[in-house]
């Protein structure tokens, strides 16, 4: 059986972190329909996977012209649209996380898949924070709402690869308790 390559398709590399991760349970923005997000944190040295996400990119440009254009005459050009691959040393210059990397939000209004390096799903939930690694499976698309015009990024699904340090300061139960030294002083 043949695999269907969807060209706005990309699985991350390895060492992406995620950060802002809302897999849980959907969260709503401002008032919006609530959904389920990650920014995904991709090393600039991942090369392999930033090529795939540009190639993809131009791909959803591609694909969504007609969208794209509306009612106008022409279709802008990708360089004058908003993208979803944004520079973390010129975006988030104070956030250590995103130093030397690049970084893309995504989201879903369904839930998606969560599964450890085994491709077994994961259940508990505190084992998903922000801070840790892992690969994302997202796809690109055109959209036009409201006079926005650009490229956004879906959630499908994630993998988690390898626990990382929390980010935003908030410790995770195991590790506040871990040391039993503390309990007895």
Do not use: W
Request: charged share 25%.
């Amino acid at each position: 059986m043949s695999k269907i390559v969807n060209p706005c398709k990309v699985i991350t590399g390895k060492d992406t972190r995620f950060s802002y991760l809302i897999v849980n349970e959907p969260k709503s923005i401002n008032g919006g329909t609530p959904k389920y997000s990650v920014s995904l944190i991709i090393p600039k040295s991942d090369t392999k996977t930033i090529e795939k996400v540009k190639a993809a990119i131009q791909a959803a440009y591609e694909e969504g012209q007609s969208k794209l254009k509306g009612n106008g005459k022409s279709v802008p050009q990708l360089k004058a649209l908003k993208t979803p691959l944004r520079d973390g040393d010129l975006e988030r210059p104070d956030d250590e996380a995103y130093a030397n990397s690049y970084f893309i939000n995504a989201n879903s209004a369904s839930k998606p898949g969560v599964v450890d390096a085994d491709c077994q799903p994961i259940l508990d939930t505190s084992e998903l924070y922000s801070g840790i690694y892992g690969r994302a499976s997202i796809n690109f698309y055109a959209f036009n709402t409201n006079g926005n015009k650009g490229i956004a990024c879906g959630l499908n699904n994630l993998q988690k690869l390898r626990d990382g340090e929390p980010l935003g300061g908030h410790s995770r139960a195991e590790d506040d308790f871990a040391d039993e030294d503390d309990f007895l002083n």
